[in-house]
């Protein structure tokens, strides 16, 4: 059912340094600091040859990603991306095999204009996922 590796994304508590460190230091492709005000994140996303990283960062109140930080002061990997060709067909599969959806359920417009939704870490072998409709 999945496809691609779409992304890997880490949280980082500070998005500038983290950004320079990808362009500067491993000489990386970046992009432009994005808002995404319905995520609760700001993301830089890091073209890689085979894959992207999603640089991400707390974003107004009740961001998301702010208890991971908590936890993980210094940053961390958060969640990988996988694609799939139909997320409603993929999420309905997956409930019925007992994995969680996270949110209300139904997809969100993610940061690439598609349909994404999160699946519990706990019902991953502690890995939060993404999926991103391609
Ligand atoms: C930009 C848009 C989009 C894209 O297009 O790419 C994005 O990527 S948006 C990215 C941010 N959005 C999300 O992450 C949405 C889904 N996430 C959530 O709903 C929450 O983050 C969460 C997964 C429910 C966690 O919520 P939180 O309140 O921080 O923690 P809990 O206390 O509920 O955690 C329970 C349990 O799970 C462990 N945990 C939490 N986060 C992770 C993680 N990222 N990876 C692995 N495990 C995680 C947490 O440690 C708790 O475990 P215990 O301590 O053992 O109970
Ligand atoms: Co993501």
Do not use: W
Not at 29 to 46: L, S
Not at 100 to 116: T, Y
Not at 124 to 129: A, E, P
């Amino acid at each position: 059912m999945i496809g691609r590796l779409n992304h890997v994304a880490i949280a980082v508590p500070d998005l500038d340094a983290a950004t320079a460190q990808y362009r500067d230091t491993l000489g990386a492709k970046v992009g432009a600091p994005q808002d995404e005000p319905d995520h609760g994140v700001t993301v830089v996303f890091i073209e890689l040859p085979n894959t992207k990283i999603e640089l991400l960062h707390p974003l107004g109140e009740g961001s998301p990603i702010a208890g991971f930080l908590e936890k993980n002061p210094s940053g961390g990997i958060h969640h990988i991306c996988y694609e799939v060709e139909d997320i409603l067909e993929a999420r309905d599969r997956l409930t019925a095999s007992g994995a969680r959806v996270l949110g209300s359920g139904e997809p969100k417009i993610g940061a690439h204009g598609k349909p994404v939704l999160f699946l519990h870490p706990k019902d991953f072998t502690g890995t939060l996922v993404e999926l991103e409709q391609v």
